[in-house]
Nanobody, 120 residues
Protein backbone atom coordinates (compact mmCIF):
# COMPACT_ATOMS: atom_id res chain seq x y z
CA UNK A 1 0.00 0.00 0.00
CA UNK A 2 1.40 3.36 -1.07
CA UNK A 3 0.04 6.76 -0.14
CA UNK A 4 0.86 10.25 -1.36
CA UNK A 5 -0.19 13.14 0.86
CA UNK A 6 0.01 16.77 -0.23
CA UNK A 7 0.18 19.74 2.11
CA UNK A 8 0.84 23.46 1.96
CA UNK A 9 -2.10 24.79 -0.01
CA UNK A 10 -4.12 27.78 1.06
CA UNK A 11 -5.19 31.31 0.25
CA UNK A 12 -2.55 33.76 -0.91
CA UNK A 13 -2.63 37.21 -2.46
CA UNK A 14 -1.41 37.78 -6.02
CA UNK A 15 2.36 38.07 -6.04
CA UNK A 16 2.68 35.90 -2.96
CA UNK A 17 4.34 32.53 -2.44
CA UNK A 18 3.43 29.06 -1.26
CA UNK A 19 5.36 25.83 -0.94
CA UNK A 20 3.57 22.56 -1.52
CA UNK A 21 4.89 19.30 -0.16
CA UNK A 22 4.15 15.71 -1.15
CA UNK A 23 5.12 12.86 1.13
CA UNK A 24 5.10 9.28 -0.09
CA UNK A 25 4.78 6.40 2.35
CA UNK A 26 4.17 2.67 2.34
CA UNK A 27 5.72 -0.26 0.53
CA UNK A 28 8.16 1.76 -1.57
CA UNK A 29 11.18 0.16 -3.18
CA UNK A 30 11.96 3.05 -5.47
CA UNK A 31 10.36 6.25 -6.71
CA UNK A 32 10.89 7.02 -10.36
CA UNK A 33 9.21 9.92 -12.11
CA UNK A 34 7.52 12.45 -9.85
CA UNK A 35 5.34 15.36 -10.73
CA UNK A 36 2.87 18.05 -9.82
CA UNK A 37 -0.39 18.55 -11.68
CA UNK A 38 -3.24 20.98 -11.20
CA UNK A 39 -6.89 21.24 -12.10
CA UNK A 40 -8.65 24.58 -12.18
CA UNK A 41 -12.45 24.82 -11.98
CA UNK A 42 -14.01 23.81 -15.28
CA UNK A 43 -10.68 22.80 -16.79
CA UNK A 44 -8.82 19.57 -17.38
CA UNK A 45 -5.96 18.45 -15.18
CA UNK A 46 -2.64 19.72 -16.50
CA UNK A 47 1.00 18.96 -15.82
CA UNK A 48 2.75 21.71 -13.88
CA UNK A 49 6.21 20.25 -13.27
CA UNK A 50 7.82 16.86 -13.55
CA UNK A 51 11.13 15.21 -12.75
CA UNK A 52 11.53 12.06 -14.87
CA UNK A 53 13.71 9.22 -13.70
CA UNK A 54 17.31 10.37 -14.11
CA UNK A 55 16.21 13.43 -16.04
CA UNK A 56 15.91 17.14 -15.62
CA UNK A 57 12.88 18.98 -14.39
CA UNK A 58 10.43 20.25 -16.95
CA UNK A 59 7.75 22.85 -16.40
CA UNK A 60 4.65 24.01 -18.21
CA UNK A 61 5.40 27.32 -19.91
CA UNK A 62 2.97 29.28 -17.74
CA UNK A 63 4.98 28.62 -14.56
CA UNK A 64 8.55 28.77 -15.87
CA UNK A 65 10.63 31.20 -13.84
CA UNK A 66 8.07 31.28 -11.03
CA UNK A 67 7.75 27.68 -9.81
CA UNK A 68 10.54 25.37 -8.73
CA UNK A 69 10.20 21.65 -8.11
CA UNK A 70 12.65 19.88 -5.81
CA UNK A 71 13.06 16.51 -4.20
CA UNK A 72 14.33 15.06 -0.93
CA UNK A 73 14.95 11.47 -1.92
CA UNK A 74 15.96 10.42 1.59
CA UNK A 75 12.55 11.47 2.89
CA UNK A 76 10.50 10.34 -0.12
CA UNK A 77 9.23 13.89 -0.30
CA UNK A 78 9.09 16.45 -3.04
CA UNK A 79 8.14 20.08 -3.15
CA UNK A 80 6.75 22.77 -5.39
CA UNK A 81 7.90 26.27 -4.51
CA UNK A 82 5.48 28.71 -6.09
CA UNK A 83 6.45 32.38 -6.30
CA UNK A 84 4.83 35.39 -7.95
CA UNK A 85 1.48 33.64 -7.81
CA UNK A 86 -1.27 34.79 -10.12
CA UNK A 87 -5.05 34.36 -9.91
CA UNK A 88 -4.84 31.94 -12.84
CA UNK A 89 -2.72 29.63 -10.67
CA UNK A 90 -5.81 28.93 -8.59
CA UNK A 91 -6.45 25.19 -8.73
CA UNK A 92 -6.33 21.94 -6.85
CA UNK A 93 -2.75 20.72 -7.00
CA UNK A 94 -2.01 17.01 -7.10
CA UNK A 95 1.25 15.16 -6.70
CA UNK A 96 1.99 12.08 -8.75
CA UNK A 97 4.68 9.43 -8.73
CA UNK A 98 5.60 6.24 -10.50
CA UNK A 99 6.59 3.86 -7.73
CA UNK A 100 8.03 0.37 -7.65
CA UNK A 101 6.84 -1.50 -4.58
CA UNK A 102 8.77 -4.17 -2.72
CA UNK A 103 6.48 -6.66 -4.39
CA UNK A 104 7.88 -5.63 -7.75
CA UNK A 105 4.87 -3.91 -9.24
CA UNK A 106 5.21 -0.48 -10.82
CA UNK A 107 2.23 1.84 -10.61
CA UNK A 108 1.30 5.49 -10.86
CA UNK A 109 0.00 6.97 -7.63
CA UNK A 110 -1.86 10.21 -6.95
CA UNK A 111 -2.44 12.31 -3.88
CA UNK A 112 -5.89 13.62 -3.03
CA UNK A 113 -4.93 17.19 -3.83
CA UNK A 114 -4.47 20.48 -2.02
CA UNK A 115 -6.32 23.66 -2.93
CA UNK A 116 -4.38 26.78 -3.85
CA UNK A 117 -6.40 29.98 -4.12
CA UNK A 118 -4.77 33.16 -5.36
CA UNK A 119 -7.00 36.13 -4.66
CA UNK A 120 -6.96 39.58 -3.16
Amino acid sequence: QVQLVESGGGLVQPGGSLRLSCAASGSIFSINAIGWYRQAPGKERELVARIPSGGTTNYVDSVKGRFTMSRDSAQNTWYLQMNSLKPEDTAVYYCNARIRSYGGSVMDYWGKGTLVTVSS
